[in-house]
Every structure is written in structure tokens, then in C-alpha cells.
């Protein structure tokens, strides 16, 4: 079966052409490298008009990835917000100065965030021990945590999220991201059986050759859907 594919979208524009293209889910950011909160006008639009679960990016900068009282707090307010817009999950990722997962902060939101899904996002490349960094969102409940492996692809990376996979079992799921693209999802496949994959939706072509790519045919010739 193929894996359910997340588009990363920035706009009503981005979020409906993933879903024309088959995604399984959004996941919504506003602007900024790696994306930012998105703003309450887009993200109630973006509900309105799509019928795709809708993981909602929790970021209030995008200088990095460390948060003071303050800026937790406007997470906090964020994470109600998205709740009460409805949004089917939050994305975020507190860390320390030197790279570790701020585990009381991390705690803090995620049972803010319940009964919404959880995804630690890409800080989870920045620390300096995955295997470790894993342990701490699994025992914190984190649904799923978006990963290259640490490389600069997850294709490069595609050994080391094998390995996060299995060390997480069933109790989370490892999204494979960063430079997701349909002329390699075979091969990271071959290499790493990812249940969940999350590409760029910035650019909709990206999205629907990725999608067409992971459509296989069946005896009859018609393609198989992309699960949701």
C-alpha cells in the first residue's frame, strides 16, 4: 500500500490543489523558513474548504527553535485557537540551547494540543542523539515526529529512518521528509517501507507527480488510491 502522503501548503490556493492531487493530509504553515503559524483567517479558510485532516503548524518565530515563558505562552494560545477552529492536529517542537528536546515544554503542549494529533517537526534533526530524542517523544505521546534521518534528504537519511521506525514500533509514526520528490519515493521506499511521507505543496506539481507516482496499477489498469 502506498504511504499517505502530508503536503506542507502556505495558502487556500496550495491546500486545495494537495487535495485535488490526492493528499492525505495538510499540514498548514505560515511564512517564514520552515514555516510559521499560520494566521487564524487562513487556517479557518483552509477548513472551509477542504475536507482533509489539517495539522496545524504551532511556531511563533522562525529564528530557531527555542521558546521563552512568553512565546510558550502564545503557543498555548495558538493551540486553543487551531483547537477551536478545527483542526485535527498540531505541529511544533520545543528545544533547549544546546539542542535537546525541551521535555517540560514539549509535555506542557501536548496535553494542551489533546485530543488533537501531535507532530514534533524538523527540530527533531537539530538534536545531537536522535535514538534518545525519540525515547523522549515517545514517552511524552508525540503521534509523530518529521525527520530527513538527520541528512539533508530523507533519501540520504532513508538507513537512519529504518532505524527510527523500528526502535518507535507502532507507537509513533515516522513521517519521512525533506526533499520528497516522485523521481526518488521508490527508491526511498526500497530502503525505508515509511508508512507516511510529507512534501512540498509550495509548488502543486510537486504533489501530483509524487502522488501519480505512488498510484501503482491494478490488473485493470485503474490506479490504486492513495489512502486518506
Known sequence: ??????????????????????????????????????????????????????????????????????????????????????????VFGPLRPDGTIHREQLVELVALARPLRVTFHRAFDRTPDRPRALTTLLDAGVDLVLTSGGARTALAGADSLAALQAQAGDRLTVLAGGGIRGDS????????????????????????????????????GVPTPCPT
Not at 505512488?214 to 485493470?220: F, H, K, M, N, Y
Open 185 to 220: 519515493i521508490a527508491e526511498l521506499l526500497a530502503r525505508a517501507p515509511m508508512r507516511e511521507v510529507h512534501a512540498r505543496a509550495t509548488d502543486p506539481a510537486i504533489i501530483r507527480d509524487l502522488i501519480a507516482r505512488l498510484q501503482p496499477a491494478t490488473s485493470e
Open 1 to 90: 500500500m502506498a504511504p499517505l502522503v502530508e503536503a506542507c501548503c502556505d495558502s487556500v490556493a496550495t491546500a486545495r490543489a494537495a487535495a485535488a492531487a490526492g493528499a492525505g493530509r495538510v499540514e498548514l504553515c505560515g511564512p517564514g523558513d520552515g514555516g510559521t503559524t499560520p494566521s487564524l483567517g487562513l487556517l479557518a479558510r483552509c477548513r472551509d474548504a477542504i475536507i482533509l485532516p489539517l495539522h496545524v503548524m504551532i511556531r511563533p518565530h522562525g529564528r530557531d527553535f527555542c521558546y521563552d515563558e512568553d512565546e510558550l505562552e502564545v503557543m498555548c494560545g495558538d493551540i486553543v485557537a487551531a483547537k477551536s477552529l478545527g483542526a485535527d492536529g498540531v
